[in-house]
């Protein structure tokens, strides 16, 4: 999304998803975004804090007694090797045994360590997952529209992947690397302070390395999320279309294009490998540097007898200890660039505001009656190009109305403000006098269903997906409502019948047949406003004149907007709205317009026509 | 989900895993010599780390005890030496093993998209597209890291480890041997981490697969879960299979923390077996002071590629999985494939044959009947014949037989005399184009939408496709013809997205168009002028229609009506009407007509 596009972008700086495609944030920018995805990590670490607490004593503990090796073996040759040459083999055994339960002590605390973070990340993980899942269902339609569902799909998994990389292994390195490095220095210092201001003094390139690397790898990090999501969109696309894809020969110009996105996703990447091939050298060469200085004035004090050779070795081994984690805090920092990434572009997600927000004070409906009410509506899908100008109009409750006109006369935006897809831009809808946007989603979305022309199916039996329509519904209440639609037995003749599962074995079902399931899905969650939307545009006609003689019944007490453009419907409507431009043209019982000289007349003429 | 992702978990384990990784040779192939050399580097830079303690030995026998300073800088100067030298390399081994890493994935990844095109849409009907997608991007990335980092590091740790034992053995090997014994157990706990641990891999990973194709569906189902509020109840669903995963990755870090503690304790435990009996040596004279110095400084070099071994073991244990999961698809025959020698047709006016056709999923139950039950059926050259059915009876599957994306199971399609399996498939689909009820739009531009099945249309040819679809709406879009349409063309309604899927099918100029039910969702108006343009394309091309609406069928030369996957009657739509008492009841809608037809209708559901 370009910044353009975005008029006072400016003030708001880089909200929700703006941005995302972009490397060249800048400073208040790339603070904004790091800030709130900063807020998002506390959010999810904060109630782990306890556990969090508990693992951090552990790996104390765990470090110190790794961290005592040195001194110990130190001890064994400076006090335990005299005092053993003149047969005194308690220093020796003590330092032994110290050697052995600091072993033990260390090695079992660590296990522990490990299945404790792993508790921890795996609840974050589990946490984060869930937030990112029901936000995405929460946001408005509007938002699925513009953000590419194959965006959306790669926010949920190869960004969440970056995530528990670092959660997985990075934590137990970052905590364990972090502490032993801190141990070593102190155990360091209490040893030798000499040798311990030489370390003291590694700490200032190191610095200075990291924070090279860390400017240099924050914006190749950004690009590699970026591409990465270019790629999945172009896979799930490619593989959700495949039937298009081969119909017209597109495999040569795909691959072409996916290899496209493959080379620019290798191509960061290789640059973010290739910044971090000189932090990790650079490491290694600062800590060798360090153990060789330690060397040379530890060997010059030996000399003039200031040092024992036990110390001196002491202070060789925990300054090469020192740097040893290095590497793998360096990777640990590595997984956090990507890790952070990867949160930035998720809590751009989660900072999106539904455009239908659900109400603060949800006003109770428990049993609608079904009016509807628009009182001075308009809208449009973007300001100053309006798809429908101000209109009122009356539903009462139990009425059943057809709703004709051409493609794009604003038939089906009316049917989706109706079910709250979308907010008006003015005015209001109410249902049972109650303003849409004040009623509690689940009060809501039990009084109206609305059916579109694309059924889609959810993997899972067939049974499964009519219960959609009802989750706590029985058995007997699913086969009812497929009954009453018609499709109890074409699902009858399924080889698993209702538990055929529709992607398997012969549970490739017809578009018509998916529509019948979603009419039952309909019929079963027994709204009090039913919506249908085109919904019975790919069955045939004596289909659709079974679902017509259920709709009849069904719509016997409830309020009913259809839109179809087969107008056998109009025969079991009470009233018809024929629209044109945005606006209701004609308003009527079906036997007063078809008796007019107006558009419905026409229309009714010509599809008469078309039957014979 | 479909059985080929979840083998039984026996399979998995049987499956050596070097055999199961070495299948990754023709794409690292051109890494290898690289990989290879960077294992050289690696190992030199780990012998120079060994190389130090040596110095150290030296020191403190010699010039500390002797109090020589100028031996001193000389020491200090190898040591440094040494530790520049150790930084070059470990610097080198990464400039030689990451890009070809990356080239490695970008190839895999790209042969995994170019063979999940190939295969046939009955694959694509079994595999959730999550399942698909974790191969195509989690797989692949951990099969890079393990190529870059934990093959490399593996084999030079094991390495590492041998040479360190072998310098511990020569500095006095007595305390060398206790070391090398504590090797054993780790080693045997090492092979039954291998069976525990690539269990508990698989299964993670499959259910992230899983995980990834609710996700998905979550999605692409999003309007249909808005509909009827259930979002909370995807939600449950989703959080039932993310809970699984979680306590699938912390069985894993069970695991883990197992060989750890294993990793950790015993070579702690080694080494204070050593302090005492290294001591005990040195006291009796049998060992030096510089001796036991460099035995303990060349043991704590190689702490750590003994407690890295855990971690590249697990690594490389991932790897194998991934390597099956990437496989899994990779192995999947495809069925339907170009002949080794195509026909070529000369022209071809354009006949489209169905002979004898049979047609049923592979995996449908034996005692079912074919979906496609001897269908035969001839389109002559211009002429349009129109398909009518009840729902079910087969119309769309004979439609998708006539260019291959399933293939018959008994019997031929012939166009222009010729089986369509002996023609190339890109030449089968030039000939043929369809449209598909469902639209489907890809995340580009309209231009590029309706070209797709011939780019190098002239703009006259563009226009008229859109001008006989009746999508002049597109002039209307923010940048018209350039304006990009949505993944799934989500912000066009239904019907232009049909009538944009009809224009790219008329674009393509076959010589046999395939429709199926392209004009369910337009208004009565539209269709009408659709149906009158399209019979100036209908006259000049032979045609399969789809059709449900007597307004659709009035397009067609003749009628074929299908029941229950057989053509039961062939003929002019006055003729069937006249004489087919099934294609009335398909067919017509008049309310005079609608008692009779129930009471067959209820007759049919008695029977069945």
């Known amino acids: ?612 | 989900m479909p059985e080929v992702s979840t083998p039984d978990v026996a399979e998995t384990t049987t499956a050596g895993t070097v055999a199961t990784l070495s299948r990754l040779r023709p794409y690292a192939a051109k890494a290898l010599p690289r990989i290879y050399l960077a294992m050289v580097v690696t190992l030199l830079a780990s012998a120079v780390a060994l190389t130090i303690p040596q110095v150290l030995r030296w020191l403190v026998d010699g010039p500390l005890a002797d109090g020589d300073v100028t031996q001193l800088w000389i020491a200090f100067g190898i040591v440094l030496g040494l530790g520049v030298l150790e930084a070059i390399l470990i610097g080198l081994r990464r400039a030689l093993v990451l890009t070809p890493g990356t080239h490695v994935e970008a190839r895999m990844r790209n042969a995994l998209f170019a063979h999940l095109q190939d295969l046939p849409v009955s694959f694509h009907d079994r595999w959730p597209s999550g399942q698909l997608l974790s191969r195509a991007v989690s797989d692949l990335n951990l099969i890079r890291r393990w190529l870059a980092f934990g093959l490399v590091l593996l084999v030079v740790n094991v390495l590492t480890l041998i040479g360190g034992l072998i310098i511990m053995v020569t500095l006095n090997w007595v305390l060398g041997l206790i070391f090398a014994a504590a090797a054993v157990p780790v080693i045997a706990y090492g092979f039954s981490f291998e069976r525990k641990y690539s269990d508990v891999a698989r299964r993670s990973q499959d259910q992230a697969g899983d995980l990834a194709t609710s996700v998905e569906e979550s999605v692409h189902g999003i309007r249909v879960l808005k509909a009827f509020g259930r979002g909370r109840y995807a939600l449950k669903r989703f959080e039932n299979q993310a809970e699984q995963l979680r306590g699938t990755e912390i069985e894993k870090a069970k695991a883990i923390a197992g060989i750890w503690l294993y990793l950790t304790l015993i070579p702690d435990l080694a080494f204070g077996v050593c302090l005492v009996v290294g001591v005990w040596l040195a006291s009796t004279g049998q060992s030096s002071v510089g001796e036991l110095v460099a035995f303990f400084a060349t043991a704590t070099v190689l702490l750590f590629p003994i407690w890295s071994m855990g971690y590249f073991l697990a690594m490389t244990l991932d790897a194998k999985t991934a390597t099956l999961r990437f496989f899994e698809v990779m192995d999947s025959e495809n069925t339907i494939t170009d002949p080794a020698a195509p026909v070529t047709i000369e022209g071809g006016a354009g006949e489209l044959v169905f002979d004898d056709v049979h047609f049923r999923y592979q995996d449908a139950p034996a005692a079912f009947p074919d979906l496609i039950d001897g269908v035969s059926l001839t389109v002559r050259p211009g002429e349009t014949m129109a398909l009518v059915g009840l729902t079910g009876s087969g119309k769309s599957t004979l439609t998708a037989l006539t260019t291959r994306l399933y293939d018959v199971t008994g019997g031929a399609v012939r166009v222009d005399g010729a089986d369509i399996r002996s023609l190339s498939r890109a030449d089968l689909r030039t000939r043929i184009a369809m449209a598909f009820e469902e639209a489907t739009l890809f995340s580009t531009t309209v231009r590029e939408n309706v070209l797709l099945g011939r780019p190098d249309a002239t703009e006259a040819e563009l226009r008229e496709a859109l001008d006989i679809a009746q999508a002049s709406f597109v002039d209307d879009l923010p940048q018209g013809l350039d304006t990009k349409v949505g993944e799934e063309g989500m912000s066009l309604s239904g019907g232009q997205r049909q009538r944009l899927a009809l224009a790219r099918a008329i674009a393509a100029r076959p010589s046999i168009l395939v429709l199926d039910d392209p004009l369910s969702a337009l208004d009565v108006d539209t269709e009408a002028l659709v149906e009158a343009a399209l019979r100036r394309v209908l006259a000049r091309t032979t045609a399969l229609i789809v059709a449900h609406r007597p307004s659709t069928v009035a397009l067609a030369d003749r009628v074929a009506l299908l029941e229950n996957g057989r053509v039961t009657a062939v003929g002019t739509h006055s003729e069937l009407l006249a004489t087919s008492e099934h294609y009335r009841f398909v067919i017509s809608s008049l309310e005079g007509e609608r008692a009779p037809q129930m009471t067959e209708l209820d007759q049919k559901g008695a029977r069945s």
Do not use: C
């Not at chain 1, 890790?339 to 539904?354: D, N, Q």
């Open chain 1, 1 to 612: 999304m370009s910044d353009s596009a975005v008029p006072g972008a400016a003030d708001r700086g880089v909200e929700g998803v703006e941005g995302e495609e972009r490397d060249d944030l800048n400073k208040a920018e790339s603070a904004q975004i790091r800030a709130r995805s900063l807020r998002l990590l506390g959010s999810l670490i904060r109630p782990m804090r306890v556990k969090l607490a508990l693992s951090i004593f552990v790996v104390v503990i765990s470090t110190i007694s790794q961290v005592a090796g040195p001194s110990i073996i130190a001890y064994g040759i400076d006090t335990g090797l005299p005092a053993l040459l003149n047969a005194d083999w308690m220093p020796v055994s003590l330092a032994g045994l110290a050697y052995l339960l600091a072993g033990i002590t260390g090695a079992g605390l660590i296990a522990w360590f490990t299945v404790l973070s792993a508790q921890i990340s795996q609840a974050i993980l589990f946490d984060l997952r869930r937030r990112v899942f029901l936000h995405t269902q929460r946001l408005s339609l509007e938002f699925h529209e513009s953000y590419t569902s194959g965006r959306i799909i790669s926010r949920q998994t190869s960004d969440l992947d970056a995530i528990r990389e670092l959660l997985d292994s990075g934590i137990n390195q970052l905590v364990q690397g972090v502490l032993y490095m801190v141990f070593t220095a102190v155990a360091l210092f209490l040893l030798d302070v000499e040798s311990g201001f030489i370390l003291l003094g590694a700490l200032v390139p190191l610095a200075v390395l990291t924070r090279w690397f860390q400017l240099r790898s924050q914006r190749l990090f950004r690009r590699t999320r970026v591409a990465s999501a270019r790629l999945i969109v172009k896979f799930v696309e490619s593989m959700t279309g495949i039937r298009a894809v081969k119909a017209f020969r597109t495999e040569k110009r795909n691959e072409d294009e996916f290899g496209g996105l493959v080379e620019g996703h290798r191509e960061t990447n290789a640059r973010v490998i290739k910044v971090f091939g000189i932090y990790d050298p650079g490491l290694v060469l600062i800590g060798n540097v360090a153990v060789a200085v330690v060397l040379l004035v530890g060997g010059f004090r030996v000399i003039d007898g200031g040092m024992e050779i036990g110390v001196l070795l002491a202070a060789v081994l925990y300054t090469r200890r020192f740097f040893d984690p290095m590497e793998d805090m360096a990777m640990f920092y590595n997984g956090y660039q990507s890790a952070t990434a990867a949160l930035e572009k998720i809590s751009g997600v989660l900072e999106e505001r539904p455009s239908v927000p659900d109400p603060e004070r949800p006003v109770d409906l428990w049993a609608a009656s079904g009016a509807v009410a628009f009182e001075a509506v308009d809208f449009g899908y973007v300001e100053d190009r309006p798809i429908l100008p101000p209109f009122d109009l009356r539903i009462p409750a139990g009425q059943t109305i057809a709703l004709v006109g051409s493609t794009g006369a604003g038939k089906s935006t009316l049917a989706k403000l109706i079910s709250r897809f979308y907010d008006p831009s003015h005015g209001r809808i109410t249902l049972d006098d109650v303003d849409l946007r004040d009623l509690h989603p689940k009060d809501l979305r039990r009084a109206i269903v609305m059916v579109t022309q694309e059924a889609y199916l959810f993997s899972g039996t067939v049974a499964d997906n009519i219960a959609i329509g009802k989750p706590e519904a029985s058995r007997d209440e699913i086969i009812e409502a497929a009954r009453a639609v018609g499709a109890d037995e074409f699902i009858r003749g399924l080889p698993n019948g209702y538990e055929t599962d529709v992607n398997k074995r012969g549970g490739r079902v017809s578009a018509g047949q998916r529509q019948l399931i979603s009419f039952a899905r309909a019929f079963l969650a027994n709204p009090a406003v039913l919506i249908l939307d085109e919904a019975t545009a790919s069955l045939d006609i004596p289909s659709e004149r079974l679902v017509q003689d259920a709709l009849q019944t069904l719509l016997a007490d409830r309020t009913a907007v259809i839109i179809a453009h087969r107008l056998s419907t109009v025969s079991i409507a009470d009233r018809v709205l024929v629209m044109e431009h945005g606006r209701i043209i004609e308003d009527g019982s079906p036997a007063e317009l078809i008796g007019g000289t107006g558009r419905f007349a026409q229309l009714h003429a010509s599809w008469r026509e078309s039957l014979v």
